[in-house]
């Protein structure tokens, strides 16, 4: 996992919780079971819609897009602002619009994977070779 992937964790502390996977070449955040940003080489995305599609447009803040059979196909992940880097208040309420886009979207949330337990390490116990017992003659006549 990149540096920056790993930053993300403490830049959304205030927003809460945050999981991060790797996914298609890049990384999928996550927020109470939401998909809330993707980041593609080492920039991050945040979830948008309609309704907060207008916060996005006031700083001029584009689609992610990525090429598909030639043609350019836009995601509803848009570009997040600069300023969420530096000011962890700005992260949270961007991270916030995000997952309100997440919980209209409709898409049911992404349930957990139970963790694995780790496996026991087994003692390695020497057992003792087992004798097979020879047969008498007397045994093999009966």
């Known amino acids: 996992m990149s540096e920056f992937v790993q930053s ?14 790797r996914m298609f070449g890049g990384h ?4 109470e079971g939401r998909m809330i940003a993707l980041v593609a080489n080492e920039t991050l995305y945040l979830k948008s819609d309609a309704e907060s599609a207008p916060h996005f447009d006031r700083l001029n803040l584009q689609p992610f897009t990525y090429m598909r059979q030639g043609k350019a196909m836009p995601m509803s992940y848009r570009l997040a602002p600069a ?9 949270a309420r961007w991270g916030r619009l995000a997952y309100e886009a997440a919980l209209r979207s409709g898409q049911p949330p992404k349930p957990k994977k139970p963790k694995k337990a780790p496996a026991a390490k087994k003692a390695a116990a020497k057992k003792a070779p087992v004798k097979k017992k ?5 045994a093999a006549a009966r």
């Open 28 to 31: 999928g955040v996550w927020h």
């Open 134 to 138: 020879k047969t008498t003659t007397k």
């Open 83 to 91: 300023d969420l880097f530096e000011d962890r208040e700005e992260a």
């Open 8 to 21: 993300l964790h403490e830049i959304f502390e205030r927003l809460g919780r945050i999981e991060t996977r």
